[in-house]
């Protein structure tokens, strides 16, 4: 049995983005603005990838919401996530992005809290061709990239 933990997303899955209409609203949740330890780039495919591990070190810090689906969805919703985020499983050698549990913060009460993130795999590519969100905040990049 998975563990429900809530999941944190940071790019496409936010609310105002075309997979949040298709990938999120569907499923009953909540959502709360939330961050994790790490760093995102915006990749050529119009897409971001979370890289953790490095990041975490320096302090950089990537926004988001953690979302907390209703239990009698959440597997679904789950599933449909991985599909996304071409997650197959643990050590899949297909998967682009792996699901890690990692301590999110919540924005408005400062809690930390277990979540899902999917992390990008593959750090050189993002780094060599990723353009580096310096803020952390991939809607606050998109919105300034629209201008």
Not at 34 to 61: C, M
Not at 80 to 95: I, K, Q, S, T, W
Request: net charge negative; proline share 5%.
């Amino acid at each position: 049995m998975l563990k429900q933990l809530p999941v944190f997303v940071y790019g496409t899955l936010l609310k105002g983005f075309h997979n949040h209409a298709i990938c999120v609203r569907p499923f009953a949740h909540t959502e709360a603005r939330a961050s994790v330890k790490g760093e995102i780039y915006h990749l050529p495919e119009g897409y971001p990838g979370l890289l953790t591990g490095a990041g975490e070190t320096n302090g950089a810090v990537v926004t988001g919401a953690v979302l907390d689906f209703a239990p009698e969805v959440y597997e679904k919703a789950l599933a449909v996530l991985d599909e996304l985020e071409a997650y197959y499983g643990e050590g899949d050698p297909r998967n682009e992005y792996e699901r890690i549990v990692v301590n999110a913060c919540l924005a408005e009460t400062g809690q930390e809290v277990p979540v899902y993130v999917y992390r990008y795999l593959d750090d050189d590519y993002a780094r060599r061709v990723g353009m580096k969100v310096e803020h952390g905040d991939w809607r606050r990049f998109m919105e300034e990239a629209a201008e």
